[in-house]
């Protein structure tokens, strides 16, 4: 008898679930974070090839940098701000998760622009 009321009660829930509308459940990430990304890393590029012919002037008024010693300076300074997204990359994916990652590198990146 209580065999009997366990399945009625499996066939009752089970009919229950067969017309509850599924709620389809969107995944993190893919397509709709790709434009936001792409923005952020368009703009800071715009940025730093921007800077560039304004900073060698800067170095060699201010600092009496040669051409040559002045150019080394930028050429790191372009390949460590090249490297930067691997860098985050790396951390975003083993640590902090993407939002918080570009949000931390967008903020950081416009703290340190405020401060020129």
Known sequence: ??????????????????????????SKGGLITIPFIIGNEAIEKVASYGLIPNMILYLMKDYHIGVAKGTNILFFWQAATNFMPLLAAFLSDSYFGRFLTIGFASISSFLVTLSF
């Open 1 to 26: 008898m209580e065999e009997k009321k366990t399945e009625e009660l499996a066939n009752q829930s089970e009919m229950e679930n067969q017309h509850k509308p599924r709620i389809r459940r969107r």
